[in-house]
Structures are given as structure tokens and as C-alpha cells.
């Protein structure tokens, strides 16, 4: 079945660490995104990439890195210089068409410990 | 830049009951409207996809509603079930950049 995928489900990063969260997709989407939840806040862009090698910012990518080396993989970095990365982080892709809408992963919940 | 509301931040309604929830957005200039629904702790499920050319979608117990001029969207549940308990988001893509979200309608459903 055609889907994404993100891994770990649960992540806990200790001061002063980088970690990765892993996204990757089957469903042969052009774009791809990373998406912060946190509570009474709604979720909040944090960078996309529409094709490979190539990505932008989006409202909060202050502390956060991402690379497009494959079509199918978007790996999102949270830095040290992410100051309160302690949230439910969303990924989500679709057709640039537009003609069908984005489809989301099950989410990982980083906390820092 | 567009902005996404919805009312209300959250509902409860007693089981078999109708319930409209409500989406609008400021710019117009949509390719299309799509309703999620979350469950606590977990992803994003889309519900329905209304292209902007058109002005309703339906699937089983739900329809949505697109009025681009006014800026405004609709999600009638009918029928409502405990197992309809979830978030409800909408969301809007500002000409063909990333997706604009509301901040949801939590519902539940008293069985």
C-alpha cells in the first residue's frame, strides 16, 4: 500500500543534540513537507521541498534542517539551536497538480529530556 | 497572507445528532479546500478534497460545502457517532504553496 512513513514514533533528544526525524513516501509525490504541531497552536510550516535538491523555509525554520537528496525521502534535522523543539512534528506530501490533496504520516513526538 | 478560522474551537453533542462545523479563510484566490481529521496522537486523515470549481463534496455521513466568494467552508456530519470523537481541521493552499491551517474544531460525542 502507497503511503508515508515516519520514523521513530517517539524520540527523545537530550540538550545539545542533533537528532533526525526520517520521512520517506511511496506514492511517487512531487512535493513534500514538514509540518510542528504543538497544543492551542495549530500546525505551523517548517520547511518543503516541490523537487529534488531543492527546498524551502517555511514560518518557523529557525534550529531545523532539511535535505531532498531522493524523491521519496525528506529528512528533517533538529538542531541545538532549536530552542523548545518539544512537539508532535507532522510530514505530508502531494501531486504539485493539485488535483488530489496532501496526504500525512502518523507523526513523531520529540521530547526533550 | 492568508489566514484559516475555525468555529468552533470545540462542540459536544449528544449521539444521532446533525452538526455543522465551520471553516473561512481571507484570500479567495484558492486552488482547493481539504478537511482532516486527527485523532489524539496521531496523524492527519484526509476526509474530503473540494477543488475550487466546485461547490460540494460528499462521502457517506459527510458533506462539505465551498462558497470561494465568501470565503467559507462547511462540514455537516450527520448522524453523529461516538466514533466520530476526533479534531476536525481545514485547510487551504494559497495559490500552489504550502497548505494554511485553522486550528481545528475538537468534537465529541456522547454516546
Known amino acids: 500500500d502507497g503511503g508515508i512513513t515516519q520514523s521513530p514514533k517517539y524520540l527523545f533528544r537530550k540538550e545539545g543534540q542533533n537528532v533526525t526525524l526520517s520521512c520517506e513516501q511511496n506514492l511517487n509525490h512531487d512535493a513534500m513537507y514538514w509540518y510542528r504541531q504543538d497544543p492551542g497552536q495549530g500546525l505551523r510550516l517548517i520547511y518543503y521541498?516541490?523537487?529534488?535538491?531543492?527546498?524551502q523555509k517555511g514560518d518557523i525554520a529557525e534550529g531545523y534542517s532539511v535535505s531532498r537528496e531522493k524523491k521519496e525521502s525528506f529528512p528533517l534535522t533538529v538542531t541545538s539551536a532549536q530552542k523548545n523543539p518539544t512537539a508532535f512534528y507532522l510530514c505530508?506530501?502531494?501531486?504539485?497538480?493539485?488535483?488530489?490533496?496532501?496526504?500525512f504520516g502518523s507523526g513523531t513526538r520529540l521530547t526533550v529530556v | 497572507k492568508q489566514e484559516v478560522t475555525q468555529i468552533p474551537a470545540a462542540l459536544s453533542v449528544p449521539e444521532g445528532e446533525n452538526l455543522v462545523l465551520n471553516c473561512s479563510f481571507t484570500?479567495?484566490?484558492?486552488?482547493?479546500l481539504q478537511w482532516f481529521r486527527q485523532d489524539p496522537g496521531k496523524g492527519l486523515t484526509s476526509l474530503l478534497l473540494i477543488q475550487s470549481s466546485q461547490r460540494e463534496q460528499t462521502s457517506g455521513r459527510l458533506n462539505a460545502s465551498l462558497d470561494k466568494s465568501s470565503g467559507r467552508s462547511t462540514l455537516y456530519i450527520a448522524a453523529s457517532q461516538p466514533g466520530d470523537s476526533a479534531t476536525y481541521l481545514c485547510a487551504v493552499p494559497p495559490g500552489n504553496t504550502p497548505l494554511v491551517f485553522g486550528k481545528g474544531t475538537r468534537l465529541s460525542v456522547i454516546a
Open positions: 505530508a506530501s502531494h501531486f504539485l497538480t493539485g488535483q488530489t490533496g496532501y496526504t
Open positions: 484570500d479567495s484566490a484558492i486552488y482547493n
Open positions: 521541498s516541490q523537487i529534488v535538491n531543492d527546498f
